[in-house]
């Protein structure tokens, strides 16, 4: 788990990845912020919608984000 209610999974999966054999593994320092991004944006987000939220993912790496045209 990132955090108490937001999974590795969530995290890291993408159908661009599997499709194209991309591997989406994040580093240990990315690791660190993607915890930080839950902690500090994601589980307050979950508290005040007041229930669970939909994430589909929040980790691409170089490669991945290269093939899906991201900045």
Known sequence: MISKHISYKEGVYSNTAIRRGIDNTPTDDNIKSMEKLAEEVFEPLRT?????????SFYRCPELNKAIGGS
Do not use: H, L
Not at 49 to 56: A, F, H, R, S
């Open 48 to 56: 005040y919608v007041g229930g669970p939220i939909k994430i589909n």
